[in-house]
């Protein structure tokens, strides 16, 4: 079945640091990824998405390039505020399996003024 | 316009008491998801429904039903709570998806949770 790897937190960064996670993907077909964001007591909020290989999301000066060629997904910032503390999933739809989002295990990120 | 809402916020209940989880959406989305969050396990999916009057099941449905009551409302139902359904239930829509074999590549969006404890 689909299934989305990223690496575990916490992730500790000062502030202005480069951010990256990782995240990999298996699935059968040719899945959308997404990445969400989910702030202490809240739900999760799209951050961005890519539908096709190559593609570029980005938002909020976060970005992600969908790689085809490595299952890759990975999010990255040049310059994190403290703003930024939250636990982000990475996600993919239409891989092949039933409709809905199939999940990493998420990466609480913690930024230190 | 309120997006998704969920009620209640939080819940305790006791071992083989039933309730319900309700969620209603003012998008005009499709598609309705039921989804649960655990520590450390991600959120995995419980049930679906990709259309008024259609439903299927996701990765973990066992211990719950879903009712698609129209457009607007998909409720998930324990029947007879257990501990190992305590958990943190987030109920999400999205414009389109035509289940298993047309599955959507738009984005979803979530209510603010349910937080259950079952003692």
């Known amino acids: 079945g689909d299934s989305v790897t990223q690496m575990e937190g916490p992730v500790t960064l000062s502030e202005e640091a480069f951010l990256t996670i990782n995240c990999t993907y298996t699935?059968?077909?040719?899945?959308?990824l997404f990445w969400y964001v989910q702030y202490p007591g809240e739900g999760l909020q799209l951050l961005l998405k890519?539908?096709?290989?190559?593609d570029k999301g980005s938002n909020k000066g976060f970005e992600a390039t969908y790689r085809k060629e490595t299952t890759s997904f990975h999010l990255e910032k040049g310059s994190v505020q403290v703003s930024d503390s939250a636990v982000y999933f990475c996600?993919?739809?239409?891989?092949?399996?039933?409709?809905?989002?199939?999940f990493g295990k998420g990466t609480h990120l913690i930024i230190q003024p | 316009n309120a997006g998704v809402t969920q009620t209640p916020k939080f819940q305790v209940l006791k071992t083989g008491q039933s309730m319900t989880l309700q969620c209603a959406q003012d998008?005009?989305?499709?598609?309705m998801y039921w989804y649960r969050q655990d520590p450390g396990m991600g959120l995995r999916l419980i049930y679906y429904?990709?259309?008024?009057?259609?439903?299927d099941k996701g990765e973990v449905p066992n211990g719950y039903n879903v009712s698609r009551l129209n457009k607007r409302e998909f409720s998930l139902r324990l029947e007879s709570a257990a501990p190992s359904q305590t958990s943190v239930y987030f109920c999400?829509?999205?414009?389109?998806?035509?289940?298993?074999?047309?599955?959507?590549?738009?984005?979803?969006?979530f209510g603010p949770g349910t937080r259950l404890t079952v003692t």
């Open positions: 999400a829509t999205s414009r389109g998806g035509g289940g298993p074999t047309f599955p959507s590549s738009y984005e979803q969006y």
């Open positions: 699935a059968t077909g040719y899945p959308s």
């Open positions: 890519a539908t096709k290989a190559d």
């Open positions: 996600a993919l739809s239409g891989g092949g399996g039933a409709d809905g989002l199939t």
């Open positions: 998008m005009n989305h499709n598609s």
């Open positions: 429904s990709a259309s008024e009057g259609t439903t």
